[in-house]
Nanobody, 124 residues
Framework: QVQLVESGGGLVQAGGSLRLSCAVS????????MAWFRQAPGKEREFVSY????????DYRDSVKGRFTVSRDNAKNTVYLQMNKMNIQDTAVYYC?????????????????WGQGTQVTVSS
């Protein structure tokens, strides 16, 4: 049984930081590209970032470049999203997702497994 469990969400003031974690079980973690998506109220789910299977390649949406950092620890079967200089537009439910391919992707339809999400709220 595949499980992706996000943690680390919460309430933070604008300009602050949070670190999300996603613990994965039930699959061979190092075989999967891992990504973060988010969904704000009333909006569609959108791509945030992905990290390659080895961790040496990453991609980000423009609005988070320079503020967010994705990483993974294959020994711990965990992917992380460090979020700095957060702003109100970062408020959303954040989801981690796994893709059983060699390359990353920005479309949610290219991912095989999903977590339940963790709420991130940025206050002014």
């Amino acid at each position: 049984q595949v499980q992706l469990v996000e943690s680390g969400g919460g309430l933070v003031q604008a300009g602050g930081s949070l670190r999300l974690s996603c613990a994965v079980s039930g699959l061979t973690f190092s075989w999967y590209v891992m990504a973060w998506f988010r969904q704000a109220p009333g909006k569609e789910r959108e791509f945030v970032s992905y990290v390659s299977r080895s961790g040496d390649s990453t991609d980000y949406r423009d609005s988070v470049k320079g503020r967010f950092t994705v990483s993974r620890d294959n020994a711990k079967n965990t992917v992380y999203l460090q979020m700095n200089k957060m702003n109100i537009q970062d408020t959303a439910v954040y989801y981690c997702a796994a893709r059983h391919e060699t390359s990353g992707a920005r479309s949610e339809y290219d991912y095989n497994y999903w977590g339940q999400g963790t709420q991130v709220t940025v206050s002014s």
